[in-house]
């Protein structure tokens, strides 16, 4: 096998005929939007058999975004707790800063198959909208990323180069100002433009075929976390541990684990800074969401009992949304995935331990995975590993990480230039 048929998925997350995973997902959209869903779940079906198509993606990964990742062993910090040996997946080294770009790539490929010439993207912490317009600017589309206003004011660096390199950025207002009203806008604007514009949806959530094709998109970092953890580190880990927002970077490294006797999967949703409703962005392991439908598919949603979305919080963008990707719902509901908490406090102190122990800056959405692994190392053995996809750099969170940390000097310098 040549390295760029390396890693191809041969045992995909697919769903039924009806697009669902188990109870969970489905295609509710308008019917405008019915057409275009069609061609995709085509297009998706045509490249799972393609070994052109894996060709051309993967050759796109290495040469423009600089896989393959390593992995990186946490030595100081796991010496520094006791326990068990905490080893990174580092998807903050690929080409802007996180695991997106895997999935911008390939959806790229598609929308130039499909003769589509503008894309639209939605984004949270702001790296998904980064890695579509650097993808936007290497394919030559026109693009618009849609991003809540209240996380456009949290990722102010991620807007300005998103800006930078051509894409218009629309900060929508409604509703929490964040992902799902973002989501909501992206989904008006494709059923306005279906027959020019490919939705290039960011994790693996919404209507059929989205979270089967992101999922199989975010594999590779599975793959090759499998593929490094047996040739270089002495076998496979005893726990895989990764953040979860929608679900695209927990599902990547997962596909690579799933099925492996003694490989305790985990989830960590975000624990915000408490148990109230609106307070944390817990869907699965806070037991307080429930099944529904909205933005175009049925999965477990943070709800009233009259169905509709309550409000969420999180120190981190990323994973301050209301639902979860019908796949990982279905894992949890059969027990193949594990979902746990991390809440704010103990992200930002999880955050710290890694920069002053490693050197490595993670973004917040990351943190929470390190916070759970921090957590449960001590209670394990010297000889187990836990594995952790580091999905994100926290360059991106400076502002935040420096509020958080009671650090105001960055407010003292913005103050300074805006007098001068």
């Known amino acids: 096998m040549n390295e760029n048929e390396q890693f191809f998925p041969h045992n995909p997350l697919l769903p039924d005929e009806a697009g669902y995973f188990g109870n969970y997902g489905g295609r509710y959209v308008p019917e405008i939007l019915v057409p275009n869903l069609q061609q995709l779940d085509a297009a998706f079906k045509e490249i799972r058999s393609s070994k052109t198509f894996w060709k051309n993606y993967m050759q ?29 997946k580092r998807e903050d080294l690929n080409h802007t800063g ?5 999935n911008v790539v390939g959806q790229g490929l598609i929308a130039k198959m499909l003769g589509k010439k503008r894309i ?14 650097t993808m936007a600017a290497r394919f030559g589309l026109d693009a618009v990323v849609y991003m809540g206003a209240e996380d456009v004011e949290r990722q102010r660096p991620n807007v300005f180069w998103m800006e930078k390199l051509g894409t218009k950025v629309v900060a929508v207002e409604d509703g929490s100002r964040t992902l799902k009203d973002a989501i909501n806008e992206a989904l008006r604007d494709w059923a306005s433009n279906v027959d020019s514009t490919h939705y290039v949806l960011g994790t693996a959530c919404g209507p059929d075929p989205f979270p089967a094709l992101v999922a199989w998109l975010q594999s590779i970092i599975g793959s090759e976390a499998k593929s ?3 040739t ?6 005893d726990a895989v541990v990764a953040c979860v927002g929608g679900g695209s970077n927990a599902l990547g490294i997962f596909q690579g684990f799933l099925g492996e006797a003694g490989v305790k999967i985990i989830g960590v949703e975000a624990g915000g800074v408490g148990t109230k409703p609106g307070e944390h962005a817990s869907r699965i392991s806070g037991g307080q969401g429930t099944p ?15 169905g509709q979305m309550i409000d969420t919080h999180s120190v981190s963008a990323g994973l301050d949304y209301v639902g979860i990707s019908p796949i990982l719902a279905h894992l949890a509901e059969t027990k193949e995935i594990e979902l746990e908490r991390a809440q704010d406090n103990a992200v930002v102190e999880a955050l710290e331990m890694l920069m002053k122990f490693e050197g490595i800056i993670p973004a917040l959405e990351s943190a929470h995975a390190i916070a ?8 394990m053995k010297p000889s187990e590993k836990i594995l952790v996809s580091l999905s994100g750099r926290g360059d991106k969170d400076i502002f935040t990480i420096a509020d958080a940390l009671g650090d105001k000097s960055w407010k003292e310098f913005l103050r300074y230039k805006g007098n001068q």
């Open 60 to 88: 796109e990964l290495r040469e423009f975004s600089g896989r393959a990742t390593p992995i990186t062993p946490c030595r100081n910090l796991s010496k520094h707790l006791g326990g068990a040996q905490i080893y990174l």
């Open 98 to 102: 996180a695991h997106k770009i895997n």
């Open 372 to 379: 759970h692994a921090i957590k449960i190392a001590p209670q």
């Open 232 to 237: 270089q580190y002495g076998g496979l880990p």
């Open 228 to 230: 490094q953890m047996q």
């Open 120 to 133: 639209i993207a939605e984004t949270g912490a702001g790296q998904h909208g980064v890695a579509t317009a």
């Open 292 to 306: 529904g439908i909205a933005q175009g598919y049925h999965t477990v949603f943070l709800q009233t009992d009259q």
